[in-house]
């Protein structure tokens, strides 16, 4: 078993970056609700508490008994983390004169501290906070300041406790990674031996031994999620694993048949559904997203369920789940805001066990588990790609002709990125067709049709995102080439809008 660093979620936005930044140092974590710390688990070498939305003194404020975890693991606090620490043992927790938000710079870093060893006096921190610690409890020592907080870094006296008013784990503390490094190597002494190669090989033996002889489903999106856990699958049990790759007829200018030949080589055993009659009829007219959405997540459900009944015996049904999906389903403060699981009832109805060997990665780290796994950089280097579709591209309803309209003229703007070197600079990209008509004139012909939009957005993790800085040179030509090639558009737009507040698709 892994040694791991587990952190406490009280809700803050940034508690997955924690990870994130945990997992960059090869060190294995877990983020867990701030109520549901392991209890006697001995592979848990260090404690992280997060950030939260709350004040200490908020009735709805998050609280732990912190007696479970001093003395037993180190600590470190992040933001409400170290408020929470600081005023449950004493210290005074205000709400500061002004709210501080953005960057900072560390003075009176006491560079002796192991939480600070090779962090430079003043260093550019980030701050997110409405409240400031101004008193520590007794025999506590401030270890750094800011300009405008004293008290921006603390250790509990000689304890293996600090708490830090500032973020470490985003972009912009300059050394945060260091300060996260020094918490979690230095101090808990982690190996830093998580890696890709060592994923596999103790996910495929746990896999074996869970498995045995039993024949396993999955449902295959052309995604790099699902390609990457049936190829894991497929190196643990072979043919005992079936995938099954259901074409809704929403999928991008022939990607079934691309991508079907993609796992063919891979030596998966695949079948592919062609259910695009079924999926356009059930849509014909539908015009709201999230019904079109909870159409295209039920009519799966139906195919797949048919086609797994053919195959014999099946007691297990994997999916390509990752961590921020479980994540955001455990998020204790999370609000819905587009129903984004689009098999969500597929386990209940088939009655089959769930196997989710993916489901503590994150994104990048799927795609180094798929490299080391060997598969072809274009399967693993896909823009992301929702399960509804073109589907949810296509603002209004649904027919084959638009699709095709929609597949032709995102066929030009992808493979424009790939020609031009951009399509790996970009997180996610695509079309939308809009419902709007426009004016315009070809040749000496009026025309009266379709606005396409293109979306291109860079991101890390699809929670944020900013409107990707194309060229205009680039954008140009893609426009040209839409207008003069793909009959019926006839006006080419860019969004530029980031999230938030806008979303990456538009349904
Ligand atoms: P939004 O539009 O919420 O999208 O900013 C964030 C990321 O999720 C993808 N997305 C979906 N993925 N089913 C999916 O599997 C969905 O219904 C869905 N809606 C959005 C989106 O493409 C982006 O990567």
Known sequence: MHEKIIILDFGSQTTQLIGRRVRELNVYCEIVPYNKMPKDDPSV???????????VYDDKAFSIDLSELRGRYPILGICYGAQFISYTLGGKVEPAGSREYGRAHLTHVDGGNPLFADIDEGTQVWMSHGDTITAIPEGFKVIASTDKVAIAAYQAGEEKMWGVQFHPEVFHSEQGTQLLRNFVVGICGAKQDWS?????????????????DDKVVLGLSGGVDSSVAAVLLNRAIGSNLTCIFVDHGMLRKNEFHNVLHDYECLGLNVIGVDASQKFFSELSGVTEPERKRKIIGKGFIDVFDEEAHKIKDVKWLAQGTIYPDCIESLSITGTVIKSHHNVGGLPEKMNLRLCEPLRLLFKDEVRRVGRELGMPEHLIGRHPFPGPGLAVRILGDITPEKVEILQNADDIFIQGLRDWGLYDKVWQAGVILLPVQSVGVMGDERTYERAVALRAVTSTDAMTADWAHLPYEFLAKVSNDIINK????NRVCYDISSKPPATIEWE
């Open 45 to 55: 070498i260090g404690v992280i508490l997060s950030g939260s939305p709350f004040s």
């Open 486 to 489: 793909v009959k019926g558009v």
């Open 196 to 212: 890709a190669a060592s994923f596999i090989e103790t996910t495929v033996a746990a896999l074996k031994k869970q498995l045995g």
